[in-house]
């Protein structure tokens, strides 16, 4: 029994579930981001919001199936981690603006 | 690293089975509470003359709840045909409720029970864990996965579409498991993807809570919380504060009429009258949706001493989106065929979940024969009390509806709990017998505790109803001939399921001799 | 209603033809049907042609007898219900679809 057989299974434990949790906050943030340009775009309040959360799940979907898909582990962090951070700091800066 | 890989998808895979086996019962859940509520196996079409509210309705609720902040009345319908009345408040979560015959209102017998609406559908989206909603996010990470697998399933197994129609039933058990789970998934794989993805929908409120949060910030700036205000928007949900005022009810027939004019007549099926002897109180008025996938959330809102309309709520079109994937998933519709659709394509999820536990199970077993059993083992007896223990105990939550003692309190406990507890004490038995099964023979044991276990939903599910017939008098052949479908339908299907699992348990009997003899070759 | 319940019926059947041609289509199942005799090019794209054909014609079946959400949900479910009746044929009494679409008699049965 290695140290490897421990750090490798523990590694990629800790990369799917905080891959997961990555995926969950950007399309938590897009939907935010999501509602707020609805809104801008003409929607009623109610009706952006809507709009937002029922594409939520398949931002989700998509970001998921994506970020598990790249050949190297590092590069599904850095996009869903960079657009995380874009989708939560965009409406922070525009409503900084209005 | 497979071993993660394995007991994720295992654990992944239990969960799922509790969701699609209790989601499957909740579309016939009304039904199962007529079986589980004696008191309630009453009739209701839309032919008949509903009660009178001002006349025969408010008395009753003066004489039970005068100073409740808030009344609520549930008329007859036809699958709850009974009168419901509720008084409580919409802030506590204590409330209580009465229910009354549709025609003569006599109380009902206190049901004493959950029922499947009670307890099975909220086990189905939260696993009545809903402590931080940590049931709830349990449900949706399942249901994240599904979607996941089943996306990620068809992308991968393109090639899968030429073997699409193949089951081959009288080859190897292994084979033959593996073409029924595929078979079954491609089959049902539209149903499937709807169904996941509009269970996720449904529940935005609490797997994406912070939505509002930036379209709403005016609101915010004003100290409006923004949920509050998206709701009342979107969904018209509105709570208005009381004047703390005295005033006296209006009439409630003429608000029903006037809402029906709109509406059309017999649509309304729900009053919730906000603070009854409060000047600034309301009547909130809500139609039934029948005839629509779309579930309807359009309301009439009346004030209390002047009988007015206050306001009218009609969801935009983008909101009766989401109320049109709601409905897909609530199946509350009238729909006889699409229903038993539904119940039968879930029980189908079911067989692609379990199907795919045995195989994964399988396919593990053959890699790590030679690396000692206990691992292997364990995750056999996983499977196996995921999911015979869950059936089982559902089973035991009949039994215990019928058996137990109509008291208010058993045990120093409430008799609906006690119902509950039994549901949990059975799925821990069976998990037990898995472990000890599996533990105390670690090649065959879990074929031994399969065989067993479905042996005993068999015979629990003819006890079950045995039990029926003993305690109501209303047995099959009475249920059938008196055209009580919810009872009838409960009582054949638990034949079914006994009938299957005997078929099951027969089955793996035949097994064990054959996989003696491929150990026997592979050693 | 007795007319739904009719055109659900007639629905489900067009579905179990229009799966039973295209699994007919796909070379194992033609095979398996028809005792040894080759799937041709041709052949299969008449098979699939009809099969659409067939599975088209029990969405319609389906619209006439409910509402349009209703029908296409029903109409969803009923093509599961069809594909598994078509594997169930295929594994205990694969011969009965061979009526479905017969293969000519003597030609074929020269490649095996």
Sequence with gaps: MHLRDVIQPAATATHVVGLCALAYFASAQLVGLSGLLAWWAGMSQGDAVMLALMLGFIYLLLLLLWGFSRERRRNAWLLLGGLSLLAWGTPLLLQGQA | MGELHTWAGVLLGVLLFAVFWTGSLSVFDKEIDRWMMPSTRLHWDDSMQRPSLDRDIRPLLEQRAANAPVWTIILPLERT??????????????????????????????????????????????????????????????????????????????????????????????????????????????????????????????????????????????????????????????????????????????????????WGPGSVYLLRVNNPKDANGNVLLRRTSHSSVTKDIDNFRFANVSGEVMGRFQASATVNTWNFIAGLHYIQFRHDALRWLYFLGGLGGCVVIATGLFFWTQARRKKQQRHGHLGVSLLDALSIAGVCGVILATLAFLLANRWLPMQEQLFGLGRARVEILSFYALWLVASAHAVWRVMRDQRLGYLHAWREQCTAIALLAVLAVLANWLTTGDHLLATLRSGNGPVAGTDLCLLAAAALALLAAHKLRRRVPQEETLEVAHA | MPDAALYSLLALLLAVLGFAWLALALPNHWRQVHQGAQQTASRQAALRSGASLMLGLSLLCSLAGDSPAMAILLWLMLLGVATLIVALTLSWRAQWLARLWPARPQAERSAD
């Design chain 2, 81 to 262: 045909p009974f009168l419901t009345l509720t008084y409580g408040s919409e802030e506590s979560r204590k409330s209580s409720r009465d229910l009354f015959h549709p025609i003569t209102l006599e109380p009902l017998a206190k049901p004493l029970t959950l029922g499947a609406s009670g307890f099975i559908y909220p086990f189905h989206h939260n696993l009545t864990l809903r402590y931080k909603n940590i049931g709830a996010w349990l449900v949706g990470i399942a249901g994240m996965a599904m979607l996941c697998l089943l996306v990620s399933g068809v992308v991968i197994h393109r090639k899968l579409f030429s073997e699409f129609f193949t089951l081959r039933l009288h080859r190897a058990f292994g084979r033959s498991t593996l073409d029924v789970h595929n078979v079954a998934g491609v089959a049902l794989l539209p149903f499937h993807l709807l169904i996941t993805l509009s269970g996720l929908i449904v529940a935005f409120a609490i797997y994406y809570p912070d939505a509002p949060q930036h379209t709403y910030r005016e609101q915010v700036q004003s100290g409006v919380s923004a949920e509050r205000a998206f709701l009342g928007e979107a969904l018209g949900r509105i709570r208005l504060r009381a004047a703390k005022q005295p005033g006296e009810l209006a009439p409630l027939e003429p608000m029903v009429t006037k809402a029906e004019q709109y």
